[in-house]
Nanobody, 121 residues
């Protein structure tokens, strides 16, 4: 069974930065897309960003464009989410999932426990 493990979350002040990691095991990233999702307290989970491992295409939610950057390291079987200029509304549990880039954000399998990001002064 494949696994995706998120890490890198924490407490940061507004305007700060964090880099999240999504490390895959049990499969190689090739031929898949990896998406980042987040869920704030009392809200539904939403798509944040996605990257196609095959061709590098990326997409971002409007709320994070220009501030977040998704990237991949095939050798480490890991996808990163660099988050800059963080805002309190970025607070939530961040998850990564595997799926098809054409379907994003629908039909992505999320297997990890997520990593908590809290933006607060």
């Amino acid at each position: 069974q494949f696994k995706l493990v998120e890490s890198g979350g924490g407490l940061v002040q507004p305007g700060g930065s964090l880099r999240l990691s999504c490390t895959a095991s049990g499969f190689t990233l090739d031929y898949y897309a990896i998406g980042w999702f987040r869920q704030a307290p009392g809200k539904e989970r939403e798509g944040v960003s996605c990257i196609s491992i095959t061709d590098g295409r990326t997409t971002y939610a409007d709320s994070v464009k220009g501030r977040f950057t998704i990237s991949k390291d095939r050798a480490k079987n890991t996808v990163y989410l660099q988050m800059n200029s963080l805002k309190p509304e970025d607070t939530g549990v961040y998850y990564c999932g595997r799926g098809d880039y054409r379907d994003y954000p629908a039909d992505f399998f999320i297997r990890g426990q997520g990593t908590q990001v809290t933006v607060s002064s």
